[in-house]
């Protein structure tokens, strides 16, 4: 993954963002397999909406998913929500679903940070 801290838009912006092969569910769907790691897009999501925080940006994170599937799976999984009409691809997390994306995932692996 890479970032950038978008001072003018008070937010960060995911430039690039991905999961090698033996876990990435869209690569290995289309050849029948089975990843190897369960989490990793919540746990890379988690540690972007964390930069935010810290930056006090409250968490906001922009990016762009890369297809249809991975736009319903962010829309059902981190309640993202769509920038506007001219790019459906464009997404953000405002506040309160990074709030909620960082206590599951505390909640989840049991991190009391």
Not at 8 to 24: C, D, M, P
Request: charged letters at 25%.
């Amino acid at each position: 993954m890479s970032y950038e801290l978008a001072q003018g838009s008070l937010a960060v912006e995911i430039i690039y963002l991905e999961s090698a092969r033996h876990s990435n569910a869209n690569l290995l769907h289309a050849e029948g397999g089975q990843k190897r790691y369960i989490g990793i897009a919540k746990a890379l999501f988690a540690y972007a909406v964390q930069v935010p925080m810290d930056a006090g940006f409250d968490g906001v994170l922009v990016f762009k998913a890369k297809t249809s599937e991975l736009l319903d799976y962010y829309r059902q999984e981190f309640d993202v929500c769509q920038v506007g009409s001219y790019d459906p691809f464009r997404l953000v997390i405002w506040e309160d679903a990074a709030e909620q994306l960082i206590a599951e995932y505390r909640r989840d692996t049991n991190v009391n940070a």
